[in-house]
């Protein structure tokens, strides 16, 4: 990655603030009582995929589905889950409104079937997060300023935009997660295919196979 000033990042930030008001809509006290989260978050993850392919084509070029990808994007899901296991078991003990907050997480859940959020979050959801924030976000900010500047300002822009919940413990969540594809991302960019499957195998694990 190198510093590119002649793309406009006005398509990069027009996005954001997009996805920022749908993560609105599904999250805030004030809207998500009154909509189906894993509509309107399919929804946004069609949106923001077409905002990426409109304006940052190049993850397209950036797929490869090779054997190594995969068993690497499994790999970085499994580990990932692992730390949240982890996690899940101390917070409580620290924190003493963890186990609450994370209730509020998944009682998300009681909106649609199992079997249609898990698929949900592997086809659609967690590909299309993939694409968004790692293969156009910080792809862009790392191109316009630095690779250490766009990782940060990406994975800062993907933690607050959960804010909206009024949740720390998704703020956590989100910014653990967040670093850690990016972090990958920040070295290997040429991974994108590992982190697609790995956050859609992540999402599927926490939310419905395996919650913690």
Same mark, same amino acid.
């Given at each position: 990655m190198y510093k590119d000033m002649t793309k406009s990042m006005?398509?990069?930030w027009a996005s954001v603030a997009v996805a920022a008001a749908l993560w609105f809509v599904m999250f805030s006290p004030l809207t998500a009582a009154h909509v189906n989260f894993w509509v309107v978050m399919?929804?946004?993850?069609?949106? #923001?995929?077409t905002l990426s392919t409109i304006f940052g084509r190049e993850w397209?070029?950036? #797929?490869r589905p090779t054997v190594h990808n995969i068993l690497l994007g499994i790999a970085i899901a499994f580990c990932l889950w692992c730390v949240f296991w982890v996690g899940g078991?101390?917070?409580? #003990?620290i924190l003493p409104f963890a186990s609450e907050q994370v209730g509020m997480i998944y009682s998300t859940r009681a909106q649609a079937s199992p079997v249609v959020i898990a698929a949900l979050l592997l086809l659609i959801i967690g590909p299309a997060e993939e694409i968004f924030w790692r293969g156009f976000v910080q792809r862009r900010l790392m191109e316009r300023y630095s690779p250490n500047a766009g990782f940060l300002i990406a994975t800062a822009l993907y933690t607050l935009i959960h804010i909206w919940a009024l949740n720390f413990m998704l703020l956590v969540a989100a910014l653990v997660a967040g670093f850690a594809w990016g972090l990958i991302y920040r070295f290997f960019p040429q991974r994108l295919t590992a982190l697609i499957i790995s956050h859609a195998l992540w999402d599927a694990f926490a939310f419905v196979i395996l919650p913690f």
């Open positions: 006005r398509p990069v399919t929804c946004a993850a069609v949106t #923001l995929t397209i070029g950036s #797929l078991k101390i917070a409580p #003990l």
